[in-house]
């Protein structure tokens, strides 16, 4: 257990739907990063929050948002979701008391989302 | 800019044999550098960093890997591949200031029995 919650493991929704991916990142941890990881694009960085703010956006769609509440915890939205948008959706944080990368990452274990 | 270039999307190698996964970066200042491993349906786990004190960096699971600043390398070895380190392994640079990793596009390893 690496310390990050994600839930759920796995979702399986119909195109044009909506979801909520949430994240508990490790306890002290003040940054969470959101990626997307399919077999054709790898690993794709979306989007950082930091201490409830956002910190930097990456190949993050304009159909998907994301934020971070006081008690540290983070919701991805995904919606208008298409057959494209399938993949392993993963959260992970960072001990960095500033919120640069330096420290590195630690990782949930995922949430994979199949659009049907 | 930072970037990072691992050299074979795939490498295979037999059980018992020595495992070599090359990564090459470009940074303009002294980087940090890291390797994960991701096995199969799972997340990204840490298996070493290089922060700027020892050049050979010790990791999880027998692996090491050495910072080489004139060859702008981070090479991960394991001496001697086991059947459960078949994986993707993915490199990834900071240069300290920045907010966010810079990934290398990964490399699975099939190790053959």
């Known amino acids: 257990d690496s310390g990050v919650t994600q839930t759920p493991k796995h979702l399986i929704t119909a195109t044009g739907q909506r979801v909520t991916l949430r994240c508990s990142p490790r306890?002290?941890?003040?940054?969470v990063y959101w990626y997307q990881q399919s077999l054709d694009q790898g690993l794709q960085f979306l989007i950082q929050y930091y201490n409830g703010e956002e910190r930097a956006k990456g190949n993050i769609l304009e159909r998907f948002s994301a934020q971070q509440f006081p008690d540290l915890h983070s919701e991805l939205n995904l919606s208008s979701l298409e057959l494209g948008d399938s993949a392993l959706y993963f959260c992970?944080?960072?001990?960095?008391?500033?919120?640069?990368?330096?420290?590195?990452?630690?990782f949930g274990s995922g949430t994979r989302l199949t659009v049907v | 800019a930072q970037s990072v270039t691992q050299l074979g999307s795939h490498v295979s190698v037999s059980e018992g044999a020595l495992v070599l996964l090359r990564c090459n970066y470009s940074?303009?200042?002294?980087?940090?550098l890291f390797w994960y491993v991701q096995y199969p349906n799972q997340g990204l786990q840490l298996l070493l960093k290089?922060?700027?004190?020892a050049t050979l960096v010790k990791g999880i699971n027998g692996f090491e890997a050495e910072f080489k600043k004139s060859e702008t390398s981070f090479h991960l070895t394991k001496p001697s591949a086991h059947m459960s380190d078949a994986a993707e392994y993915f490199c990834?640079?900071?240069?300290?200031?920045?907010?966010?990793?810079?990934w290398g596009a990964g490399t699975k390893l099939i190790i053959k029995p």
């Open positions: 306890s002290g941890d003040l940054s």
């Open positions: 290089y922060t700027s004190a």
């Open positions: 992970a944080s960072s001990e960095s008391g500033t919120g640069r990368a330096n420290y590195g990452y630690t």
């Open positions: 990834a640079v900071s240069e300290g200031s920045n907010y966010q990793l810079i």
């Open positions: 940074s303009s200042v002294p980087p940090y």
